[in-house]
């Protein structure tokens, strides 16, 4: 069954080339761009349910031999990526499809979006460190398009500083790559994590090693390189925001994870105490700066960079709770992040701004919407028994295990300003009294923007009410990570 | 641009172009060479007779929108990387078939080099896809 780690891929190939080729018809364009991803959804289901029990497939594409050749592995790691790529996938198109203009639409949206979630899911899959650079490129020159499409003055501001910060992170990890092949002469993953132990510990390596680590943090919008991001996801359009702000940022975060628990693993006394107190940063300035404003977007933006903190907490404490509890924390944050970005979205084509000072009387108005926000905003606030409670009492609870109490008590302190921060939208947007008339005609939501939306909230209180399975696959994902010699006789077949 | 030598120049230069692209993306699979060179040269022949005769007319002399070659050039590609799935290798695996030719050579034609077509039809595609709007925007 290994040519299914390919599927996703060729789906997400073949459906952007049909929505190019039907670039002139826009109704078309939608339907082949939401079928695409409905057979993405599915083959990713078919991939989770072929590695749900542990299983790691292996694909050596055009049949070269690993190392020699490009691999293509899933372990459960992978697998759970790519499908919640693909949810992310499917719900932002079923929005766009309500809410991107003619325009945009022209000049090929739908395609660029499938490229783009064709570039995520093979950052997810490939086995290969400098095949990892390639989908790193294919996704961002998408995103780049994506991001300064249509836009105005401030969105082009926006996609700039991205395109900018992007590509000095880019430059550091093909400089990175360059000095792992100079030392070791191969760039399969697999075969790297056996040289790389194998290697001198004189310093060399962990220098690489900060190389990646700065290099993943920029695009994983870590400490202190995160300011691109509330600078520039604000400025797009509501789907737009929830695929980069649901999606992009874990793809550096799972480049991370994946590079130090395989390859990076020889000094993690340096390596990941260093990640341990940036995580530490990254959640506290993140939900500072989240607290100190009052714009529906950037909050949630700020956000981002904070919870980013808790993921990469989980790999800094290097235990395998802690790694499952970034895997669930991960699958967490994807869904309940881009929901709330759909949510503001509606928020501002109901109240005609962003703008928390003339906003209000949601709740009244709209009451269903203000349960679909409720549900989100409260699992990110990490209220039991919704997904943000499980996701951050495992990851409190590995601190504990590994006796860092100041650790605890900073992800504790975080959680509760975070909860500050979704009650301070849901007061102000939904229950306070409405202000004198929207400062500008409301656009109205619809039915595309509603089922997303609610999908998402039910996937919420499902991964919450029903936690158990879900826990268990993300223990068995981090078990796999932390035993890299699974995903090693995976790939290059028994040691002989 | 509106020189009397470029333009009477521009067809013979431009078929070089051509050919010489052709036999860039031929010789490519073992020899310097291949689909992007190959693509980049082609287009520069698009080029050069939108700077003699202008845009319009170099869209004409393409006859399918440069877009269209994008979609075209990324399909050959799929399908040559999805032949090897058929006949139950891993994506992108090669094949080849021998031809008998009237000459006393052999050819033996493969998936690569249809892999390289592709790519070759994307380059001429996007090269266009860019050169042609910023050239008519003057």
Redesign the interface.
């Known amino acids: 069954m290994s040519g299914l780690v390919a599927l996703p891929l060729v789906v997400m190939l073949a459906s952007s080339i049909v929505a190019l080729a039907c670039l002139r018809y826009r109704r078309i364009q939608e339907a082949i761009a939401l079928t695409g991803m409905v057979a993405l959804v599915v083959a990713a289901g078919w991939l989770l349910a072929e590695t749900w029990d542990g299983q790691i497939l292996v694909l050596q594409a055009a049949n070269w031999p690993a190392p020699f050749g490009i691999t293509l592995v899933a372990d459960l790691f992978a697998s759970i990526m790519v499908m919640l790529a693909a949810i992310v996938g499917l719900t932002a198109t079923m929005y766009s499809v309500g809410t991107i203009d003619a325009d945009r639409e022209r000049y090929g949206y739908y395609p660029l979006m499938n490229i783009l979630v064709l570039g995520v899911c093979g950052a997810f899959l490939t086995g290969d460190l400098f095949n990892l650079y390639v989908w790193f490129e294919v996704l961002l020159v998408a995103s780049f398009v994506i991001m300064a499409l249509g836009g105005g003055r401030p969105q082009m501001e926006g996609a700039l500083k991205y395109v900018a910060l992007n590509l000095v992170s880019s430059v550091l990890f093909l400089s990175g790559v360059g000095l792992l092949y100079a030392a070791t002469g191969t760039l399969n993953m697999a075969d790297l994590s056996l040289r790389v132990a194998e290697a001198e510990a004189d310093g060399y390596m962990t220098a690489v090693a900060m190389l990646f680590l700065t290099a993943f943090g920029i695009k994983a919008a870590m400490f202190p390189l995160f300011f691109w991001l509330p600078a520039s996801y604000h400025t797009a359009p509501a789907p737009v925001a929830a695929l980069f702000a649901g999606l992009l940022t874990k793809v550096g975060v799972y480049a991370l994870i994946r590079v130090f628990t395989l390859i990076f693993t020889t000094d993690v006394g340096y390596t990941h105490t260093i990640i341990l107190w940036l995580s530490v940063a990254t959640m506290v300035t993140g939900v500072l700066g989240a607290v100190s404003h009052n714009d529906v977007k950037r909050i949630l933006s700020f956000h981002i960079i904070s919870q980013i903190g808790y993921m990469t907490l989980g790999l800094a404490l290097f235990t395998p709770l802690a790694l499952a509890g970034s895997i669930f924390y991960i699958g967490h944050h994807i869904i309940v992040k881009t929901n709330l970005f759909f949510v503001a979205g509606v928020i501002r084509r109901l109240g005609g701004t962003y703008e928390l000072a003339h906003l209000g009387g949601l709740a009244r108005s709209r009451p269903a919407l203000a349960v679909l926000f409720f549900i989100p905003a409260f699992s990110l606030g990490g209220i039991p028994p919704l997904s943000g409670f499980f996701a951050k009492f495992v990851l409190v609870r590995a601190a504990a295990d590994e006796r860092e109490f100041v650790v605890l008590a900073f992800a504790l302190g975080v959680g509760l300003l975070t909860l500050l921060s979704m009650t301070k939208i849901f007061v102000e947007a939904f229950l306070k009294p409405a202000p004198d008339g929207p400062p500008e005609p409301a656009a109205g939501a619809g039915f595309w923007h509603y089922t997303p939306i609610a999908g998402l909230a039910a996937l919420t209180l499902v991964l919450g009410f029903a936690a158990e399975p879900f826990l268990s696959a993300a223990t068995e994902a981090a078990d796999q990570l932390m035993e890299p010699g699974r995903y090693i006789t995976a790939v290059l077949g028994e040691p002989q | 641009m509106n020189s009397l030598v470029l333009r009477n120049m521009m067809r013979f230069l431009a078929s070089l172009l051509l050919v010489a692209s052709v036999f860039l993306l031929w010789r490519g699979h073992n020899e310097p060479g291949g689909g992007f060179a190959g693509g980049l040269m082609a287009a520069s022949a698009f080029v050069l007779h939108a700077l003699a005769l202008g845009p319009a007319g170099a869209r004409r002399a393409l006859r399918v929108p440069p877009?269209?070659l994008?979609?075209t050039g990324?399909?050959t590609a799929?399908l040559a990387?999805?032949i090897?799935?058929i006949a139950g290798?891993?994506?992108?695996?090669?094949h080849w078939v021998t031809l008998d030719t009237p000459g006393a050579e052999r050819l033996k034609v493969g998936t690569p080099l249809l892999f390289d077509t592709g790519v070759y039809l994307v380059v001429v595609g996007v090269v266009l896809n860019i050169i042609l709007p910023l050239m008519e925007d003057e």
């Not at chain 2, 290798?89 to 090669?94: A, F, K, S, Y």
């Open positions: 877009l269209f994008i979609a990324l399909g799929l990387a999805l090897g799935v290798d891993p994506i992108l695996t090669g």
